[in-house]
């Protein structure tokens, strides 16, 4: 067998977590409680083998023609529209397979403990396998259509899964927004595919144009443009990433897997994909950069002040894919692929560690009352220390390498604005992941027992919505921690506790892969194998390398010592924990400011009341004068209309058949008569 | 023997079809029992088929009996479903008045 035939058989790889979805929607219950879990997870390791076998087949193939395009049949054939259901195995969709299913098996195994004891235990696995074979569709597809459809499925799969404790309002509203949201994304999606289809007939990535010839810069920007609408949406960037921190509400893994790893890493993918355009537009290129940039800021200056260690981590999620965005801007494309990577280690591990110490404390995700659980998980503490020293970027760790790649090249691109962004950026980093581990495991022991005194006088009841008048807390109370509600401790006499082995595992291989993923791309001469491995994908685009090692080591030694800073202020304001649950030194310390970024700058609230206000207006004045009136009204004239011209012929048919008679008489006669004498002249 | 010679010639045939087929005509106009105008229908086809029968007759033309052979397995058809339809109507109320049957009119107008 060569390696090609190998490459035709890469169907399998999504059948797999298809079949599992499909055994498992239609048995499920059946099946029952651990075993549906095994099936799902082993469908999907055995994705992993398959993917590890295409992997191979393509290392087997010359450099300069890794891409095999195989065609399962024929989609839709419409016309000059045809589309096959195909897949475009290149480098850069084999990396996104060999990370899906890896990451992806372990986060199913980690399901298995963590689901346990589900109402709904087998339903949640199969919508876990039907969202890896959506993410595989996804980045598999032969053409925009089959990505679409695959774009569309890893959504409905997210939707279902925050949704998945729909008993829970929070659940099912939070499912809810992630899902209209995309959609707003999505419009950019099929616009982008109407104008490809229109600009140059086809919508397979076999043909489309390369090169500035072939392209024109105008329509090269608008299609860039709305693939980065579409990316944004689905990658929670600014303006559309008020819903990821929102999706928290479903179970951990599921943030694990689809809102950290995976699934909002699909705009990355998606801008890779069609780089072509993103090449011969600099303006795109340019929005790309800078949506990429501001986000990684702002979502970094969020997530300092956040409570909730599930939410804190999503804002973290928001500000590293900023950084994705920001070296795909720059048209550091591998840096920005070399980043997925790593960030699904090392996001993963905290985020499958926040499930764990969860899972350990009842339940409970707030921070502040949590404090010294190194002494009661010392596995998870260990994994996730090893996955923070990683994402704050020090060295010899994964996020070292892969974040402080990306500003380099942003330096080296002569991009200084974004440079300084991105250094800002990684200070806030090391903030915010610092003060996430020493809250959390180190310090005092806060989860029992702390006397839990409201901000101010007392007469609150306790806030639910962060959104909830957030100015009279900080107008009553000097110190306004409380952006969240009051922090509420898990019951007393239930010490937290380390979670099964089943959950340990993944959490420490995720750590294992976060502390050794560098070396997948050193930033040493032909030790950059993931750059030489993906080249062939990003065929023309150009390299950019430092003059010389001393000045790449420079760059790179200088973020390192700021995010070491970051690291240093964290540790001295926490290192004792929180004297008092609700005082939060850095709150209290950023005073006026603090309220603003918990808030995350208002911007969730001004939406919703530009939405719920003068959106909601004007949808009602839509709804009563444009629909009823105009639309509706239109439908209806025609219809009355027909209706009145029908009335008048009507009486001829009143049925009296000797009228109808006579009339076929009278007919027939002035027909004779106009043979006879008209004729007959 | 000088017998007026009476022959019958074409036009008598063509006078007594117009005849008929009048008073079929004026029949079916007339007259409300569904039955008799059936009759009437199955006069007018007669007169039409003795028209057919006498100008075949007089071109030499046989095609014109072909044609009434068409007529007349046409109009035995007719029969069977017309009577069937008849006799339905005369279970369902008594007698046939052709003006009553107008049900399939939109009764709403």
């Given amino acids: 067998m060569s390696s090609r035939d190998l490459l035709d058989l890469i169907w399998i790889v999504p059948a797999l977590p298809l ?300 500000s590293q894919l900023g950084y994705m965005f920001l070296a795909v801007g720059i048209g550091a494309y591998s840096a920005a692929v070399f980043m997925v990577l790593c960030h699904a280690f090392y996001k993963g591990c905290l985020f499958l560690g926040a499930g764990s110490v969860i899972h350990g404390n009842h339940d409970v995700q707030d921070m502040r009352v949590m404090g010294r659980f190194r002494k009661f998980m010392p596995y998870t503490a260990l994994s996730m220390v090893v996955a923070w020293l990683a994402i704050a970027g020090v060295p010899p760790l994964s996020g070292f390498f892969s974040k402080d790649e990306i500003i380099s090249q942003a330096f080296l691109r002569d991009d200084y604005g974004l440079w300084v962004i991105g250094i800002i950026g990684a200070a806030f980093t090391a903030v915010y992941m610092t003060r996430l581990i020493f809250l959390t495991f180190y310090g005092n022991a806060r989860y029992e027992a702390l006397p839990v005194i409201s901000g101010g006088s007392g007469e609150e009841v306790a806030v639910e919505e962060h959104e909830v008048d957030i100015t009279d807390d900080a107008d009553s109370d000097p110190s306004p921690t409380v952006s969240y509600g009051d922090p509420v401790p898990a019951p007393v006499g239930h010490p937290p506790h380390e979670s099964p082995p089943v959950m340990v595992f993944p959490i420490a291989t995720l750590a294992f892969l976060a502390a050794i993923g560098g070396i997948m791309n050193l930033p040493f001469t032909n030790l950059e194998w993931l750059d030489k491995w993906l080249e062939s994908s990003f065929r023309g685009v150009p390299e950019v390398s430092p003059d010389s090692f001393i000045g790449g080591f420079a760059l790179e030694m200088l973020t390192f010592a700021i995010a070491l800073c970051g690291i240093l202020f964290a540790y001295t304001l926490y290192k004792k924990g929180l004297a008092r649950a609700d005082r939060d030194p850095l709150n209290e310390k950023l005073g006026p400011i603090a309220p603003v970024l918990g808030n995350a700058y208002y911007y969730d609230e001004g939406v919703s009341r530009l939405v719920g206000g003068p959106g909601r207006a004007v949808a009602g004045w839509l709804d009563r004068v444009v629909d009823t009136k105009i639309i509706d009204g239109a439908v209806n004239g025609v219809g009355s209309l027909f209706g009145l011209m029908s009335r008048g012929v009507q009486q001829l048919q009143d049925g009296r058949v000797r009228r109808y008679a006579l009339a076929i008489a009278v007919g027939a006669g002035a027909g004779l008569l106009y043979v006879v004498i008209w004729l007959g002249r | 023997m000088t017998v007026a010679s009476w022959e019958i010639t074409t036009n008598y045939y063509l006078i007594l079809g117009a005849l008929l087929f009048t008073i079929g005509a004026v029949g079916l106009l007339t007259r409300r029992n569904v039955l008799v105008m059936f009759m009437c229908v199955e006069l007018m086809l007669n007169a039409v088929n003795l028209t057919f029968v006498a100008f075949a007759d007089a071109l030499n033309d046989i095609r014109g009996q072909v044609i009434v052979f068409f007529v007349l397995s046409v109009a035995a058809a007719e029969v069977a479903v017309g009577l069937g339809i008849i006799v339905a109507i005369f279970r369902r109320r008594r007698g046939a008045t052709a003006d009553d049957l107008d049900l399939l009119k939109d009764s709403t107008s």
Avoid at chain 1, 237 to 250: F, T, V
């Fill in chain 1, 19 to 318: 079949l599992g979805a499909v055994v498992l929607l239609l048995f499920g219950k059946r099946i029952g409680e651990p075993l549906a879990g095994w099936i799902a997870t082993g469908l999907v390791g055995l994705a992993f083998g398959a993917s590890l076998v295409m992997f191979f087949a393509m290392l087997d193939l010359p450099t300069d023609v890794r891409v095999n395009v195989m065609t399962l049949y024929t989609w839709l054939p419409a016309g000059t529209l045809h589309v096959d259901m195909g897949f475009y195995a290149d480098t850069l969709s084999v990396t996104w397979i060999l990370l899906i299913t890896g990451v992806g098996s372990l986060i199913h195994l980690y399901s298995i403990g963590y689901m346990h004891g589900d109402e709904r235990y087998s339903r949640f696995f199969a919508y876990l396998n039907l969202f890896v074979f959506s993410m595989l569709m996804l980045v598999l597809g032969s053409s925009f259509l089959v990505t679409f459809l695959g774009w569309e499925g890893v959504g409905l799969c997210s939707y279902l899964l925050i949704s998945h404790w729909f008993e829970r309002n929070a659940a099912a509203v939070a499912g809810k927004k992630a899902f209209v949201t995309n959609r707003v994304g999505d419009v950019g999606f099929l616009l982008a595919m109407f104008l490809i289809f229109a600009s140059y007939g086809s919508l397979s990535y076999a043909s489309m144009p390369v090169g500035a010839k072939a392209i024109s810069g105008g329509t090269a920007t608008a299609i860039a443009l709305l693939l980065l609408l579409a990316a944004v949406g689905k990658s929670a960037q600014i303006p559309l990433h008020l819903w990821l921190p929102d999706a928290m509400e479903g179970p951990t893994p599921v943030s694990a897997l689809i809102h950290a790893a995976t699934m909002v890493t699909a705009g990355v993918f998606l801008l890779c994909r069609a780089h072509v355009f993103l090449d011969v537009s600099s303006d795109a290129m340019t929005v790309v950069a800078w949506i990429g940039g501001i986000t990684a800021l702002l979502a970094g200056t969020v997530a300092i002040l956040q409570p909730d260690i599930k939410r804190a981590l999503a804002y973290s999620t928001v």
